[in-house]
């Protein structure tokens, strides 16, 4: 009998980790959206990946409550990408406890053209801006500006992808006008961001 429960949990991981889930049971699967196996998701319904947006393999993404991981068009992480779109609220004079109804869940929002390098955290309420490098092993908990490259635990800005003229010829190429960033807004994030 023991035998048989041990076979029964080891198929059990085995579909769970190594199937690929049914595009049908995210919030969104978009056109030539993949995710890497083996992949851990906790509930598939609160994740929307966009069209051309990859994860790699050995991923773990955990949507928590009503809140949501949004992966928007042509974005790209490597393997063991995290994402927790919850965080645990502690009152004074209590105990931790990992039910809490005060959790605080958040969304996760990476928007269009951005780069997400090996075993990069994504915390509660983080939002990538468009065309963005985050550097391998990235702890992300906050706003990261369009174009930022980022690395480190917290991640910081150590530079910006490229120059503005080239920014905005590459937004030119990729996005109707009306889509496009400013010159104005572009100095503004790199002049907040030094």
Sequence with gaps: MNLLRRIKHAIGI????YIKP?????????????????????????IYLYDFARIGCRSTIMTMGNSKFIMKRGCLTAEGLVVVTSNHYQRIGEFLDGGNEDNLYRDIIVEEDVWIGINVILLSGARIGRGAIIGAGAVVREFIPPYAVVIGNPAKVIKFKWEIAKIMEHERLLYPENKRFTKEQLEYYRNSYK
């Design 14 to 17: 085995f579909i769970h980790y």
């Design 22 to 46: 049914n595009p049908s049971d995210f919030g969104y699967f978009g056109r030539n959206a993949s995710l890497g196996i083996p992949a851990d998701l906790k509930n598939p319904q609160n």
